[in-house]
């Protein structure tokens, strides 16, 4: 998209399976937002709304993303959002493939056909250290009621395995173990049952975001920790609010497949952009 003048903004709107995007397109611009702007962007009555904001920059010959959270916090990384601007950049230039830069590293992006999209979200950290926690302990089994298992996928997750996904009061549950201790840097929760041979139910509450309908890194996270336990195989079916995910634990990576929607195009104007 190209602004309609100097001073304004344009933007695309993009959801995978529901878990919504604002994506800035800066590849040909300079671009570098304040908290306080991504959190009005974010604001669903007065913005536009979304549970991450990613910027698309070019450094050198990488094309870069950095992603945001509704409360204006960084986020290490976002599945569906790479997914969703890979689908944008595939279409763009014709191709069936495509390398991202993230905090991650290099992630790999390929068009399945069917309107289906499939990205590397690369190796899960499983050491205490690199997820991070605030201590030394095993990740398998945090020393935490219901005994979650936790994981690093660029950013930190905590997964719950519990008999029903759906009778766990996720707003007050997440919103209480986002914030527990042994994880300094916040977690994303999730609460998962099995509910047949490697298919999951999955719900989830974000860090900095609240409850989202998906999460293409926690899908991953879940899909890890249940390997981890004996749960399922390396290769499972992920069901959340807004739909499935398929998700493949490789050799070279945690892969995750969906469905991408390039819903809208817009622009914020100057007056907007500067709080009036």
């Given amino acids: 998209m190209k602004p309609r003048s100097n001073s304004d903004l344009p933007f695309m709107k993009m959801h995978g399976l529901g878990n919504d995007f604002v994506v800035l397109d800066a590849r040909t611009r300079d671009l570098s937002l304040e908290a306080r702007l991504i959190r009005r962007i974010a604001d669903r009555h007065t913005g536009v709304g979304f549970d991450q904001l990613a910027i698309l920059k070019t450094e050198g010959a990488d094309l870069n993303l950095t992603f945001y959270n509704a409360d204006g916090s960084t986020s290490g990384a976002c599945g569906n959002a790479t997914r969703c601007v890979a689908r944008y950049l595939m279409t763009q230039s014709g191709k069936t493939q495509v390398t ?141 609010d807004g739909g499935r995910l398929m998700i493949d634990w490789r050799a070279d990576g945690v892969w995750m497949t969906g469905p991408t929607t390039h819903v809208f195009d817009g622009h914020f104007t100057a007056e907007f952009l500067r709080g009036d």
């Fill in 100 to 240: 991202l830069t993230t905090e991650r590293g290099k992630l790999q992006a390929s068009d399945l056909g069917g309107g289906l999209t499939e990205v590397n979200l690369g190796a899960p950290q499983l050491e205490w250290q690199n997820i991070p926690l605030a201590r030394d302990m095993d990740s398998l089994l945090l020393p935490i009621e219901g005994t979650p298992t936790a994981t690093g996928m660029g950013n930190p997750h905590c997964t719950f395995f519990v008999p029903d996904a759906e009778a766990i009061d996720l707003a007050v549950q997440g919103a209480a173990m986002e914030h527990h201790p042994l994880f300094p840097n916040r977690t994303n929760v999730q609460f998962a049952s099995v509910i047949g041979s490697d298919h999951l139910r999955m719900r989830v509450w974000e860090r900095g975001v609240g409850i989202t309908l998906a999460s293409g890194s926690s899908s991953c996270a879940v899909a890890v920790a249940a390997v981890r336990r004996g749960l399922t195989g390396s290769k499972v079916e992920i069901d959340l």
